[in-house]
């Protein structure tokens, strides 16, 4: 089992910039992806930034230039969000992808963090 927990949203002006973070725990070494998603109201939730334990890294179009995804040692995962727009207003999720005890891949989630961006 993995746990994520996600933390640094919050309310920002336009051209603002937020960090999220997001700490893994469990049976970490089992996580082969990580990644951002987020919700906006009225929305599916979308895929903003991706991660392997590679360092092999993907960005939705929409935030290409502006978003940096990024990892340290100790199994979190950043989000820095640069340049930020309102349309960029939504929860933001954590995952990560991992091998469950029977070997097939199992997706989990954070529990979401609001980032609000308007003046």
């Known amino acids: 089992q993995v746990q994520l927990v996600e933390s640094g949203g919050g309310l920002v002006q336009p051209g603002g910039s937020l960090r999220l973070s997001c700490a893994a725990s469990?049976?970490?070494?089992?996580?082969?992806?990580m990644g951002w998603y987020r919700q906006a109201p009225g929305k599916q939730r979308e895929l903003v930034a991706g991660?392997?334990?590679?360092?092999?890294t993907n960005y939705a179009d929409s935030v290409k230039g502006r978003f940096t995804i990024s990892s340290n040692a100790e199994n979190t995962v950043y989000l820095q969000m640069n340049s930020l727009k309102p349309e960029d207003t939504a929860v933001y999720y954590c995952?990560?992808?991992?091998?469950?005890?029977?070997?097939?891949?199992?997706?989990?989630w954070g529990q979401g963090t609001q980032v609000t961006v308007s003046s």
């Open positions: 469990g049976s970490i070494f089992n996580i082969y992806n």
């Open positions: 995952n990560a992808d991992a091998y469950t005890n029977y070997g097939a891949p199992k997706a989990y």
């Open positions: 991660i392997t334990r590679g360092g092999s």
